[in-house]
């Protein structure tokens, strides 16, 4: 009994360790949505070269830069950098505890690549300033999306969740079920990047809608081809019930928006609707887009073995041993 007790106390030690990597990464997920928020306020307020330097503002270290100093647009600008080096700080907190406490070389790898996307990220909105290049602001914005959605990953697969064990599928119609799953998420992906291009140019609107035509097939299959296995698979009922909801709303903020830029004479609140339209419809795209990953991921586990447990679990019997 003695050992037995020894036993699962070492289990809950070790469960409370590696629930670090988890709950920073939800952390960094949620930062980066904030990150997300902070650009699209920049982006719509058209306060993008505010700052007309970099890494330095105004001449001054990013980091003390006076408070008093931050108004209008330089506010929106240099908040957005400070939090973007929060996000960057985050992340490299979160690959070092990865390292010392992930079994999994997967997922250290994976953290890896989203510290060296947060740098890429970084660098590409520095660039934007330095060679006043439009280009690199639209490149930023669409990659900002990919950055949240990698965090959000990183975030389900070191969840106690994940580590669960559970029971493996693969016929033909899960392996169908698999594709428009993955094929939802890069589609709502290449959304947002003719989202981005509407936002910063204005142009490639057709593209913009007649993907958000696709996107709403794809999300309204989705969801009759998952409905069979809700019992089965629970874990996909929540997320595809996020999914059709985020896209109702998606639908909807995009006509708001829409209206709002192309003919605001039409809004009947005022041309002050325009900003929060915009910007909301930016934050529902990209939690669509990381919801429409937690959905694929957790499609491909269930499909193609991807690890259900770490490898270094710590049985009762090895410790009794």
Known sequence: MKGMDTAVAFDDVATLTNAWPHRLAVFTTATTFLLILAGGVVTSTGTGM????????FGYNMFLYPWSKMV?????????????SFVGSLTLTLVVLLWALEPRVWVRAVGLGALGA???????GGLRVVLAAP???????????AVFALMGGI????????????SF???ADDRRLRRLALWTSVGLYAQVLAGTLVTHLGVRLD?????????????????????????????LARPETILRALWILQLTLGAGAYVARFHPGV????????LPLAVGHRLVAAVMLLTSVVLTLRIYRRTSRLDPAPSHEITSSTVTA
């Open 118 to 124: 947060v740098i890429i990220q970084g660098v590409l």
């Open 50 to 57: 505010a700052v007309p330097d970099w890494p330095t503002t």
């Open 207 to 235: 593209a913009h809608i007649f993907m958000a035509a696709l996107i709403s097939v794809a999300v309204v299959w989705l969801g009759f081809r998952i409905a069979p296995r809700r019992a089965e698979w629970p874990e």
């Open 267 to 274: 809004m009947t609140s005022g041309p002050g609707m325009g």
């Open 135 to 145: 280009i690199l602001a639209i490149v930023h914005g669409g990659f900002a999306h």
């Open 72 to 84: 209008g647009g330089i506010f929106y600008e240099h908040a957005h950098r400070l939090l973007g």
């Open 169 to 171: 599928a693969c016929s």
């Open 155 to 166: 975030a389900l697969v070191t969840s106690a969740g994940w580590q669960t064990p559970v």
